[in-house]
């Protein structure tokens, strides 16, 4: 693995693109919710690679995560999670 590919991807979808989701895919969707949050996952091919995507309906909002982000991920503090789930979300 080079040093380009260890660095983690995170993409943000263009404008407008954030509170669509596809119709047509070939892969189907895991939906993940409760009484505060919902979200939508899928596996999507993009043309830097294979990624995962992340849609949030109640808030418009859509990330792709890469492999490396993903696995970035895994060996987070769970205190981590506590603090993004403090920050407000951007307007």
């Known amino acids: 693995m080079d040093e380009i590919s260890k660095q983690p991807t995170i993409e943000r979808p263009p404008v407008g693109d954030v509170s669509q989701y596809p119709e047509q895919s070939a892969e189907e969707p ?14 999507v091919e993009t043309r830097n690679g294979m ?10 909002s859509r990330i792709l995560l890469d492999a490396v982000a993903l696995d ?3 060996f987070q503090e ?7 789930l403090e920050r407000r979300p951007a307007p």
């Open 51 to 60: 990624r995962l995507d992340i849609w949030s309906p109640r808030r418009g």
């Open 30 to 43: 895991i939906v993940i919710a409760n009484e505060f949050a919902d979200v939508v996952i899928r596996k």
């Open 78 to 84: 769970p205190e981590l999670i506590s603090e993004l």
């Open 72 to 74: 970035c991920l895994t």
